[in-house]
């Protein structure tokens, strides 16, 4: 089984210090000694993120291209460990988290474990869900979330890392994640979800702010609609029918619940709007080509940390 010595937690960041210095604080306290914590700065404006890692103690990355997507793949050059784990600024660990993730990966058919992202709201009325292995590609739209997914980094550095246009900090803002796990699968190895691998999300956005976050869940999903069109068009056919099916049937459920129905609808006209956005867009393999990256924001900082 893997060592938490072949372990690096990647906590990408973006202007957010306060929030950082809080998740880092949950997550040093809990995460198995041995672990490699890195901070990757995606391009924020001030020293704020540097100082927060710096004071917790851990690894620190800096990117001057803002995206998520960006910052990660940042965290597997830099890494040099076997698996990469990730999780969000706004997430607190859960005592034993790590440990699912190391039992998952002993099977080495195991390319990617997630784990169960419970808003701290919801702690203790939710029963937990079942354990699940996937093995087809269109199952990655369901095989976990961003906030909590590990991976064999040699497999991602192959596959071409994260799609740099899918994600926070860029127009086509989700399904970075989704995309991820597609192509995981689509290479041959298996996603493990384990239920027992919690974090609690600590911070939720409200009213417009929380329409806006669909919506660009939404385009994402549409351009990774588009993509596996353009790569197998059973796969992408189906993914586009399921996620539009499901978005629907959400809003008409959540008709009385307005806040739940205009996120829905938002992220269902982002869902069209990515897919043919990105049916134009030219690609490298299986990732979008970049042709517009954001522009560099630079700071005299370090930009990058080795191990401690």
Partial sequence: MPRPEDVTLAICTR???????????????????????????????TPATWQVAEAAGVDYVRSDIKGLSIARNLALETSR??????????????????????EGFDDPAVGAVTGR????????????????????????????HGAIMAFRREQLVALGGFDPVLGAGRKLAGAEDLDMFCRVLDDGAHIVYDPTCVVHHVHTRADDAYTQLHHGYGLGLGALAAKW????????????????????SRAVRNRREPR??????????????????????????????????????TLGVATHGGEQ
């Fill in 15 to 45: 202007e957010r210090p306060e929030m950082l210095a809080a998740a880092l604080a949950s997550f040093t306290a809990v995460t198995p000694p041995g672990v490699q914590i890195l901070v990757v700065d995606s391009a924020s404006t």
């Fill in 81 to 102: 460990r076997p698996i990469v784990v990730f999780t969000d600024d706004d997430c607190a660990a859960v005592e034993g988290w790590m440990a699912p993730i190391l």
């Fill in 117 to 144: 992202m419970l808003d701290h709201t919801l702690v203790g009325t939710q029963a937990s869900p079942p354990a699940r292995r996937f093995t087809r590609t269109i199952e990655g739209i369901d095989a976990g």
């Fill in 229 to 248: 069109v353009r790569l197998r068009a059973r796969v992408g056919v189906r993914l586009f029918a399921v996620v539009a099916k499901r978005t629907i």
């Fill in 260 to 297: 739940r129905r205009d996120a829905d609808l938002a992220l269902f006209r982002g869902f069209l709007g990515g897919f043919f956005t990105a049916v134009r867009f030219a690609l490298d393999g299986r990732v979008f080509v970049d042709d517009d990256p954001p522009a560099p924001i």
